[in-house]
Antibody
Framework: QVQLAESGGGVVQPGGSLRLSCAAS????????MHWVRQAPGKGPEWVAL????????HYADSVKGQFTISRDNSKNTLSLQMDSLRTDDTAVYYC????????????????WGQGTLVTVSS | DIQMTQSPSSLSASVGARVTITCQAS??????LNWYQQKPGKAPKLLIY???NLETGVSSRFSGRGSGTHFTFTISSLQPEDVATYYC?????????FGQGTKLDIK
């Protein structure tokens, strides 16, 4: 079955950096667009970033553009999110999520999610 | 960005009751609207896609309808395992956006 497992969360000071990873299994990872979605405490989810199935296309929410970088390694079935210049309002649980569609089409909705990893930005 | 407004923000109902949640989009989004269920400490789970289509394996007591800017999500007969927060999400216009959630519990 589809499994997504995030890691790399933790506590970081404002201005610091963190790199999240998501290990995928149970499906053909290289065929699917993938996303990062975050959820601040007590809030609804917020889409963060998309990467196409082959890594050639990346889109970001305006709130993280120029600050976060999404990447993938299809040989290792791994999705990553490099987060720089972190701010207190980046505090959230970060989920990796699989797109509904396969290949070049992107649905921008999410049929499988990981369990999430908590990022806390605090001095 | 398209704003998604859910009502009510919280809801308490009896086991067996019919429950309806509303989601209003700030712009016309055709039927590009999904519903997710999130239980405490867990990731959201897709229940309904494209306004009215039941995701595989999801109980038929869940249903959705609507188009344009006004959407509804209904549980036909509330069960204890349905205690959760429910979110709508539009995927017509990028970035995809979620409602603020409706927290549902048992009376």
């Amino acid at each position: 079955q589809v499994q997504l497992a995030e890691s790399g969360g933790g506590v970081v000071q404002p201005g610091g950096s963190l790199r999240l990873s998501c290990a995928a299994s149970g499906f053909r990872f290289s065929e699917y667009p993938m996303h990062w979605v975050r959820q601040a405490p007590g809030k609804g989810p917020e889409w963060v970033a998309l990467i196409s199935y082959d890594g050639s296309t990346k889109h970001y929410a305006d709130s993280v553009k120029g600050q976060f970088t999404i990447s993938r390694d299809n040989s290792k079935n791994t999705l990553s999110l490099q987060m720089d210049s972190l701010r207190t309002d980046d505090t959230a649980v970060y989920y990796c999520a699989r797109d509904r569609e396969v290949g070049a089409t992107v649905a921008y909705y999410f049929d499988h999610w990981g369990q999430g990893t908590l990022v806390t930005v605090s001095s | 960005d398209i704003q998604m407004t859910q009502s009510p923000s919280s809801l308490s109902a009896s086991v067996g009751a019919r429950v309806t949640i509303t989601c209003q989009a700030s712009e016309h989004i055709n039927d590009y609207l999904n519903w997710y269920q999130q239980k405490p400490g867990k990731a959201p789970k897709l229940l309904i896609y494209s306004a009215s289509n039941l995701e595989t394996g999801v109980s038929s007591r869940f249903s959705g309808r609507g188009s344009g800017t006004h959407f509804t999500f209904t549980i036909s007969s509330l069960q204890p395992e349905d205690v959760a927060t429910y979110y709508c999400q539009q995927f017509d216009i990028i970035p995809p956006t979620f409602g603020q959630g409706t927290k549902l519990d048992i009376k």
